[in-house]
């Protein structure tokens, strides 16, 4: 164990950044082709107009330990790649035993939620939404507005990230822009 100090993060609403900076990391296009429903529409749009940027995480950093608690803000940039809303990779806790806390900052999303025995849920979330991400559910966060979303996120240290089962399977539900409108619909290549 070692003593962490305590501080204090100054974080912007609009755009999620933290003063001061600790930890960031973007993910673009390049880094989404095996999660997007469409990947040739991902080539299509990384040849024609390059890697573009989908969502950028500020994090702390801390010591993956029991009892550490890391945090973050995710801002998800809007936009569509063949017609699927701008979305974060997803992904159950490599622990599955472990929740997790979002809470809206700015713009509009919706959080997918899925087990795997199959049960889905949408939780639209806003400036103020403090949304709950239960054991057991794996979770992706999806930009269904014109405007950045941007949510803050706590979690405990020894969660993990498991990505590859949602890389493998993908999510039952899509989110898709309809008429202007972001519709969810089932995902025909569900695993
Ligand atoms: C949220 C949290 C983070 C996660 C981030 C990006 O802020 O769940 O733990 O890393 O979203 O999502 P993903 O890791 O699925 O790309
Ligand atoms: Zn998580």
Redesign the pocket.
């Known amino acids: 164990m070692t003593l962490t100090q305590p501080f204090v993060t100054e974080v912007d609403f609009a755009s999620g950044v933290f003063s001061p900076r600790r930890g960031v990391y973007q993910?673009r296009l390049s880094d989404m082709i095996g999660m997007v429903a469409d990947p040739e529409a991902a080539a299509r749009i990384l040849e024609s107009e390059g890697d573009r940027l989908i969502?950028e995480?500020h994090?702390v950093e801390l010591p993956v330990e029991e009892g550490q608690i890391?945090h973050?803000?995710?801002r998800i940039l809007p936009g569509t790649i063949g017609g699927e809303c701008h979305m974060?990779?997803?992904?159950y806790h490599a622990r599955r035993e472990q929740g997790?806390v979002?809470f809206g900052l700015s713009g509009r999303g919706l959080l997918l939620l899925q087990t795997a025995e199959g049960e889905t849920s949408e939780l639209e979330m806003t400036a103020g939404s403090a949304a709950y991400?239960p054991p057991y559910w794996a979770?992706?966060?999806v930009n269904i507005g014109a405007e950045d979303f941007v949510?803050?996120?706590v979690?405990e240290a020894r969660?993990g990230?498991d990505?590859g089962t949602?890389e493998r399977d993908g999510f039952r539900k899509l989110v898709v822009l309809r008429d202007g409108e972001a519709v969810v619909v089932d995902n025909p290549k569900y695993a």
């Open positions: 993910r969502y995480v994090t890391p973050c803000t995710t974060t990779k997803g992904h997790e979002y991400v979770h992706r966060t949510f803050f996120s979690w969660a990230h990505y949602i």
